[in-house]
């Protein structure tokens, strides 16, 4: 014999019949899924522009103990050093591909908020940084020339600060800089971050040394020979990492927090919005005792009852879980900033609404459903025919 | 009171009701004249969908006619507002329903309380007064059970104390014996019949049943709109 | 009303079950706000304990640079300034990266008699003087790790490297608790003399003579040193630490955003239940009209019970946000020298309730004035 299963269609009817109470439960769950949407597109969209700067076969040697390139110092007799490692690809010209580069930060005000001001990281290049990040293309403007006082913006820091859009003048360690194009790396963190001549800039922020290395690796693999050779020589004690690995542990700490609040938030929102499903599924099966006495009556199994209202609950929380996140939709690519603790620097990024992000949302107000909707249908599978029949 | 026994407490003239039912007007009552006198007790019987609760719900202000007069006493219905017609209920009018309509979640004392928490008797008053009422319906003994630890008959009864707590003229009754078995149903019409005859309460009852009709002093029918009047007995 | 009062209780306990749920809805969901509302005040309170009256100078590329010391006797000289200290960001980690706090190599001379609100001995001011290892931790900084003085405390540099050991000399007590002491300052004479007589720092703090020339004193400051190799960027300690408040982002709009959301959500939650209790009990507000209660008292007895639910969720939720925050000294891990529900936020918090209350009643109140008593009365039974 088979088990008889109550059809979808029953729960769907019932859904509509009740349609205020079911779109005032479902709003409250709608909520909770686009706040739950928010934050991860939020820690996503940081993340994403983190993991996506630097190259996986590009390494990036730091002093040895220094967490950021901003804390970092390499001579130019460790640079030279380093560069002449045979893990080192070497370009067209037979020279190794290999790009010293200042970092420092220099304080600029919002375009937002011209009260506020955020750090943004300053880069001194050579040009063959090209060369080394491929992926970077000038978008607008042109070319900066060496040994003068222009330089280049990423693509977001246009819009976002003073004096960074094409044309314009920016003046940093006491020095006018001329901003003669922008450029476009794609999204990474390249894009927040303003590029001049190495040569002139070093002078200009009071540096003798640079602050980090960028290599091109013949083989990834072979990260580990040279990290064992740079650590090992007294002239050098630097250490290499992998680019992408690097700013990927950048963006852990922030994306981490804005995780964990945002968990937090949910939680307790979720925690609210649950007490109203109950209460709405209750009712559902208060106001239908007749009904479940008569279809036990029929020889629905309590089982079928029970599966009966948590595909209900669940349908109504999923009617929440869908509207949560056209809610939140809207603000995907939304663009944003903050300062990364990391490396105490602006990051410019948008809110990115993955598809995994939607499953996620969807499948809390699953979960929610499940939760919501346990205890009535319990109540509704465990109550005896005969007192169901009896009640009005 | 200000109807002395004998004159006409209720006074319906032309009295018509029609009710719309979407497009379709249904006439219900038409052109009805009634006169109820001061300490009647009057039945009126009929076959469902007659208009004998429309009438009921004419004299006790919860209805309005679509033509016509209702004076009940000494009061036009037809003057007053919503607020006006509940101040008229709270004052005169005391309903006994069939399913005795007690609020499940008060107790025998708590609702038989509640016409007179709109009446400015204090506390202690309100206390007197309601202990007097269950006296009257013998459930003095009563007072702090639930509806639902109460027999029908018992609930019944506590209906009718709620009824005449706040010491109306007039009592309308829908069929106060439609859910209860015989017995019952007579310590129920025995009950209506006492506060006729010793409060002078004046008593308008829709019944199915003879037996309850029989109690009555007049006993109008009530077929297509029109009352005929079928019994009348002298009042003891 | 007084007298309509059990009545009104007996109603709102008539579904136990639903009302709990619906009062625990709204409990959690005004604690969450209070806990948001919190986050905007208690940053408010510690930038109100910066103070107006001193100001920051430090370079004006970024904070990253370093001022030279010698810009001190300048600074003195400047109309308007009273005294003139400095303290170095040092940035070392504690064990590892996890135990995050302020390190800052201080003026050993006139740092703490700029800063009166952090109160130590004047032995332990004379130890620090003295001592060119000694460092003086903040009392909630000592409260978390357990230090007391005598203890030995290790720092790896990151900004300046190596492996830093302090000696600590005094536990500096808050003068008012929305006062930040979670952090480590030491005597920055040892990481002058460690760096070579390296002769920089990071900050100045100024004293000023009268707080309300801040704004000129600022300009003179950095007008002073304009077109020098480090030039200068003045500003109030209060609006120096706003700028880092701010460099997160717009926190305050993203709060607000989520309080409304969860206003929201709660309206949706109780509107739900006033409407559902109303339902059914249709033909017991036909009765109660039938026996004389105007539609003014029906509508009264229906916001009333509406009231009572949420304004009880309100009193619990800020209530518990009130109890917990303050009895369980959170900090967000010293991101927030004090974290207090101020009266403010219960204020709101239970005006966020009474609003509620009477958005999720009118609907109800409204059909229950509005119900034909013959046709409730009718309909079942």
């Known amino acids: 014999m088979t088990t008889m299963r109550l059809p979808l269609q029953y729960n769907l009817r019932n859904l509509v019949v009740r349609r205020t109470m079911t779109l005032m439960t479902a709003g409250g769950i709608a909520l909770v899924v686009a706040v739950l949407v928010l934050t991860l597109a939020l820690a996503h969209g940081f993340s994403a522009t983190l993991v996506s700067t630097g190259r996986p076969d590009n390494a990036i040697v730091l002093r040895g103990g220094a967490t950021s390139e901003m804390m970092s110092g390499i001579s130019r007799e460790a640079a030279r050093i380093a560069s002449a490692d045979p893990a080192v690809a070497r370009g067209a010209d037979g020279e190794p591909l290999a790009l010293p580069e200042m970092v420092v930060l220099v304080n600029l005000v919002r375009r937002d908020d011209p009260a506020a001001s955020s750090n943004v990281t300053v880069r001194g290049v050579e040009p063959r940084v090209f060369e080394l990040r491929p992926d970077i293309r000038l978008r607008e403007g042109r070319m900066l020339k060496p040994g003068t006082d222009e330089v280049l913006a990423g693509g977001k820091l246009g819009r976002r600060f003073e004096g960074c859009g094409v044309g314009e003048t920016l003046r940093m360690g006491g020095r006018d800089f001329r901003v003669v194009g922008s450029f476009d790396a794609g999204g990474s963190g390249f894009d927040s971050e303003i590029w001049g001549d190495l040569e002139t800039l070093l002078p200009v922020f009071d540096r003798r040394g640079f602050s980090s290395l960028t290599l091109r690796l013949t083989d990834p693999d072979r990260l580990a020979d040279l990290l064992a050779r740079l650590e090992a020589d007294p002239r050098v004690r630097a250490e290499p990492r992998i680019e992408r690995e690097y700013y990927r542990a950048q963006s852990e700490q922030l994306a981490g927090v804005i995780r964990a609040l945002g968990l937090f938030l949910v939680v307790v929102m979720a925690a609210g919005a649950v007490l109203g499903a109950l209460n709405t599924m209750y009712a559902a099966v208060g106001s239908r005792s007749r009904e479940i006495a008569t279809l036990l009556a029929l020889g629905f199994t309590p089982r079928a009852i029970l599966a009966s209202f948590l595909i209900e609950s669940v349908l109504l929380c999923l009617i929440g879980g869908v509207l949560g996140c056209l809610l939140a939709l809207p603000v995907h690519g939304v663009s944003t900033g903050t300062t990364n603790w990391a490396s105490f620097s602006e990051v410019a990024f948008e809110f990115r609404i993955s598809p995994g992000i939607l499953a996620i949302g969807l499948l809390a107000s699953v979960v929610l459903g499940l939760v919501g909707g346990y205890f009535p249908a319990r109540a509704a599978a465990r109550r005896p025919v005969s007192e169901a029949l009896r009640a009005g | 009171m200000s109807v002395a026994a004998g004159q006409p407490i209720i006074a319906l003239r032309g009295v018509s009701k029609t009710y719309r039912r979407d497009t379709i007007a249904v006439p219900v009552l038409a052109a009805l004249d009634l006169d109820v006198a001061a300490g009647e007790f009057l039945a009126l019987m009929g076959p469902s969908g007659s208009g004998k609760s429309t009438i009921l719900n004419l004299v006790s202000g919860i209805d309005t006619p679509t033509s016509g007069r209702v004076v009940v006493a000494g009061v036009d219905l037809g003057g007053l507002d919503n607020a006006a017609l509940a101040a008229f209920r709270a004052r005169h009018v005391g309903f006994i329903f069939q399913s005795y309509n007690l609020i499940p979640v008060l107790t025998a004392f708590q609702n038989v309380e509640l016409p007179l928490l709109l009446t400015s008797l204090d506390r202690r008053e309100r206390k007197q007064h309601v202990l007097d009422v269950l006296d009257v319906v013998g459930l003095h003994d009563r007072s702090d059970h639930y509806p639902r630890q109460l027999s029908g008959g018992q609930e019944q009864r506590v209906a009718i104390a709620r009824a005449i707590v706040s010491d109306p003229s007039l009592l309308v009754a829908d069929e106060p014996t439609g859910d209860l078995d015989a017995v019952s149903a007579a310590e129920i019409l025995d009950l209506i019949g006492r506060l006729n005859r010793e409060f002078g309460k004046t008593v308008v009852m829709v019944t199915h049943d003879p037996r309850a009709a029989e109690r009555a002093h007049r006993v109008l029918h009530l077929d297509k709109g029109v009352l005929v009047e079928s019994v009348r007995r002298e009042r003891p | 009303m007084t007298r309509f009062l059990p009545f009104i209780l007996r109603n709102t306990l008539r579904n136990k079950r639903r009302t709990l749920l619906t009062v625990l809805s709204i409990v959690v969901s005004l604690f969450l706000f209070c806990t948001l509302r919190t986050v905007i005040t208690s940053l408010a309170a510690s930038l109100e304990s910066a103070s107006s009256a001193r100001l920051i100078t430090r370079r004006s590329t970024s904070l990253t640079f370093f001022l030279p010391i010698s810009y001190r006797d300048r600074l003195t000289q400047i109309p308007g300034v009273e005294d003139v200290s400095w303290a170095t960001w040092f940035g070392g980690v504690y064990i590892d990266e996890r135990n995050f706090f302020a390190q800052f190599a201080i003026d050993p001379l006139r740092y703490f008699e700029i800063y009166p609100e952090y109160r130590l001995t004047a032995e332990e001011k004379d130890t620090f003087r003295r001592e060119r290892t000694a460092c003086i931790v903040g009392e909630k900084l000592a ?239």
């Open chain 3, 143 to 381: 409260r978390k790790y357990g230090f007391e003085v005598g203890d030995r405390i290790t720092l790896r540099g990151t900004i300046f490297e190596g492996v830093w050991d302090f000696t600590v000399c005094g536990v500096a007590q808050p003068a008012t608790p929305d006062l930040d002491t979670n952090w480590l300052l030491f005597n920055g004479e040892y990481l002058n003399q460690s760096l070579g007589d390296w002769g920089q720092v990071g900050t100045f703090v100024l004293k000023l003579a009268d707080p309300d020339r801040a704004g000129d004193v600022a300009r003179i400051v950095d007008e002073t040193f304009a077109n020098s190799a480090a030039e200068t960027k003045t500003e109030t300690e209060k609006a120096f630490q706003l700028g880092f408040i701010s460099m997160l982002g717009n926190i305050q709009a993203v709060i607000y955003s989520l309080g409304t959301a969860i206003v929201i959500a709660i309206v949706l939650v109780s509107m739900n239940t006033m409407m559902m209790a109303a339902r059914e009990r249709t033909r017991e507000i036909a009765v109660l009209k039938a026996l004389g209660f105007a539609d003014r008292a029906v509508v009264g007895l229906v916001l009333a019970e509406s009231l009572l639910i949420t304004l009880v969720g309100g009193v619990l939720g800020a209530g518990l946000a009130r109890l917990v925050f303050d009895l369980s000294d959170f900090t967000a891990g010293g991101f927030f020298p004090r974290f207090t529900v101020t009266d403010g936020t219960v204020a709101q918090a239970l005006g966020i309730a009474l609003f509620l209350g009477v958005v999720s009643g009118v609907a109800p109140a409204w059909n229950a004035a509005r119900l034909r008593i013959v046709d409730a009365l009718r309909h079942t039974g």
